[in-house]
């Protein structure tokens, strides 16, 4: 915990991140500036508001004048760890921290954190919502939507908090630790950013730094990254696996219709049927939610009641509606190839494939086996969309669209009835979007309006 009252400390980066940090040093009587690229009026008006808690405000750059003087540097997950002036900073000793890991400095209750390439979200969901329908007084956020910070403004409503963590969350903690670390899976993602798929890996591997023998690890023994990750640990580690039924402590799947957990002498059973997610990935992480909510003393019937009545997450292979025998997913959350990969995965019906948006260094390449024979036709959208073309257009039909809205109609135009079309980018959103959120909403609404233009008549 760090003492704040009369401290200066810069706030980088306004967005909801930013915006609760400022929100909550204004509390502890700190010196506050803000930073961010972005100019006045281009920022929420949330944002807008606190920049009245703040003794200086720099907008529309990186201006180095809103580190001259500061005591502590707190940033956001979007702004760049390497930035050269936040080196210099380190240099000097004055400490630049992430929000996760400024927050966590003043938490004294049990943390999971909840990493992975894909599947982070559904997991860290899946998680608290088995926890809340127990009973359990359990605060859900991280990576997901709501800053670790905001724990801090109620702490004693919570008893425990379920965070997702990113990889630009993990780069810069330090003491970060939590109770339970859930490493899902590890596969090239951000190489624009973390620059080699070595450093990326290293980096999620930070969310077990800092456990020992009191804590715990649920790791995914299927994937060789995540294993690489954790060697060295020194938690205890819970594994799951859809490839073993001998393990002595652990989760595996029992002729796809169950899982099963052992835990020394314990074993439980939990039954499928009524799991409402689809794809062999969410069985995955469902083990892994299994796995944290026994490690927290959930009873089995408890666990087999969540599983039941767990929905989804918005964004994620999220059925929208079924128009003349073509049903519509979003997956608009999948900005990565292994999660169009996943997401191709959860169907056995012809699709066809709304991809595409900014690139971040990956090889579309990896998508030519999976595609083949499966997605009928790929739509394509966005800056990335002419190098998923070139990596596509031999093994499928591939078309070009200027929006999402002729990505959604000429999709439309070339579905029969019984296929699928499925909304999953492989691409960040920032071209053409705010976020995933913003994509995703408007693929809904789009595939709503076809409802509409149908019922008149129209194509």
Request: hydrophobic letters at 40%; charged letters at 25%.
């Given at each position: 915990m760090f003492e704040l009252n009369g401290r200066k400390v810069t706030v980088v980066g306004l967005g909801i991140t930013g915006i609760?940090?400022?929100?909550?040093?204004?509390?502890?009587?700190?010196?506050?500036?803000?930073?961010?690229?972005?100019?006045?009026?281009?920022?929420?008006?949330?944002?807008?508001?606190?920049?009245?808690f703040a003794e200086k405000c720099y907008l529309g750059g990186n201006n180095e004048e809103a580190y001259k003087d500061a005591d502590m540097i707190i940033i956001s997950p979007g702004v760049p760890y390497d930035l050269e002036i936040l080196e210099e900073k380190r240099k000097r000793g004055i400490p630049v921290l992430g929000e996760i890991e400024f927050a966590f400095r003043y938490i004294n209750k049990p943390?999971?954190?909840?990493?992975?390439t894909n599947g982070?979200?559904?997991?860290?969901?899946?998680i608290g919502h088995f926890l809340l329908v127990s009973g359990r007084r359990a605060f859900v956020?991280?990576?997901?939507?709501?800053?670790?910070?905001?724990?801090?403004?109620?702490?004693?409503?919570?008893?425990?908090?379920?965070?997702?963590?990113?990889?630009?969350?993990?780069?810069?903690?330090?003491?970060?630790?939590?109770?339970?670390?859930?490493?899902?899976?590890?596969?090239?993602?951000?190489?624009?950013?973390?620059?080699?798929?070595e450093n990326y890996r290293y980096i999620k591997s930070r969310i077990f730094k800092n456990q020992n023998d009191e804590d715990f690890a649920v790791i995914n023994m299927d994937d060789e990254n995540v294993k690489k990750a954790s060697d060295g640990i020194r938690s205890k580690?819970?594994?799951?696996?859809?490839?073993?039924?001998?393990?002595?402590?652990?989760?595996?799947?029992?002729?796809?219709?169950?899982?099963?957990?052992?835990?020394?002498?314990?074993?439980?059973?939990?039954?499928?049927?009524?799991?409402?997610?689809?794809?062999?990935?969410n069985i995955e992480n469902l083990m892994a939610a299994i796995a944290v909510n026994e490690i927290m003393g959930l009873s089995r019937d408890d666990i087999q009641y969540g599983i039941e009545t767990f929905k989804g997450v918005p964004h994620r292979i999220e059925f929208v509606k079924e128009i003349k025998g073509v049903k519509f997913y979003n997956d608009?959350?999948?900005?990565?190839?292994?999660?169009?990969?996943?997401?191709?995965?959860?169907?056995?019906?012809?699709?066809?494939?709304?991809?595409?948006?900014?690139?971040?260094?990956?090889?579309?390449?990896?998508l030519k086996n999976k595609v083949k024979g499966r997605v009928k036709a790929s739509i394509l959208i966005g800056e990335a969309r002419d190098k998923i073309k070139d990596a596509l257009c031999e093994v499928t039909y591939t078309e070009l669209a200027e929006s999402m809205d002729d990505a959604v109609k000429k999709a439309f135009r070339i579905a029969d009835p019984g296929d699928v079309v499925l909304l999953s980018p492989g691409c960040a959103s920032f071209d053409m979007f705010r976020d995933y959120e913003e994509r995703g909403e408007m693929f809904k609404n789009i595939v709503r309006n076809l409802l509409v233009s149908e019922e008149a008549g129209g194509n």
């Open positions: 609760r940090l400022v929100e909550f040093l204004k509390r502890t009587g700190a010196n506050i500036t803000v930073s961010d690229v972005r100019k006045e009026e281009e920022l929420r008006d949330e944002a807008r508001r606190v920049l009245q943390i999971i954190g909840i990493t992975g982070k979200t559904t997991t860290t969901s899946m956020g991280g990576n997901i939507g709501r800053p670790l910070i905001e724990f801090l403004n109620d702490y004693d409503k919570w008893d425990i908090a379920v965070v997702e963590v990113s990889s630009f969350q993990l780069e810069s903690t330090y003491e970060f630790r939590p109770k339970i670390a859930v490493l899902l899976n590890i596969t090239e993602d951000h190489i624009d950013r973390h620059k080699t798929f580690v819970i594994s799951f696996t859809k490839n073993s039924k001998h393990l002595k402590n652990g989760i595996v799947i029992f002729n796809g219709k169950s899982i099963i957990s052992y835990a020394k002498e314990l074993v439980h059973e939990y039954f499928l049927e009524r799991f409402h997610l689809r794809g062999i990935h608009s959350k999948g900005t990565n190839v292994n999660s169009v990969i996943r997401a191709i995965e959860s169907f056995n019906e012809s699709i066809i494939l709304i991809a595409g948006g900014r690139d971040k260094g990956s090889d579309f390449n990896i």
